[in-house]
């Protein structure tokens, strides 16, 4: 799904208006960051790849939390999904759903964790059934 985009080209320039004010322009451009809509000056280094946000994104928490939960099914520390589900207030769906996104390639993983995944792939789409065969899990998000 592509948003609307919007560029503002042209050189930085300040105009001064009769009444002592003063109009200031500055080209700028709307990116999309993290699936928020973000407003960057042109030719700075926001408009590079560079990260805008400093915190982990919603699909970032919740693949860090489907391989915590496999860990600690893999050690012992849970017997179950449903007893973690219990520790964590919630249900056996829910961790069953993050649990899954341990199963995704690795190359979707680095682009989870480098925010470079299409627009409009959400949490839901990767954590329900994904497909058990990487090139099927590409093929999916190639859509």
């Known amino acids: 799904m592509k948003g609307p985009t919007l560029e503002v080209s042209g050189p930085v320039a300040e105009v001064v208006a009769s009444d002592g004010g003063m109009i200031l322009n500055i080209p700028i451009a709307l990116r999309r960051r993290s699936g ?9 280094e926001f408009e590079s790849k560079g990260r805008t946000r400093t915190g982990a994104t919603p699909l970032q928490l919740a693949l ?14 849970a017997s ?12 056996h769906s829910y961790v069953a759903r993050h649990i899954n996104l341990t199963l995704l390639a690795p190359d979707i993983v680095a682009a989870i964790l480098d925010e470079e995944l299409p627009d409009g792939v959400r949490l839901h789409a990767l954590s329900i059934n994904p497909p058990a065969l990487w090139g099927e899990q590409r093929l999916l998000l190639s859509r």
Request: hydrophobic letters at 35%.
């Open 80 to 91: 179950s999904m449903s007893e973690i589900a219990r520790r964590e207030g919630t249900d």
């Open 64 to 77: 860090a939390r489907g391989h915590r939960w496999l860990r600690m099914l893999e050690a012992g520390d």
């Open 36 to 44: 928020r809509r973000v407003v960057v000056p042109q030719g700075s």
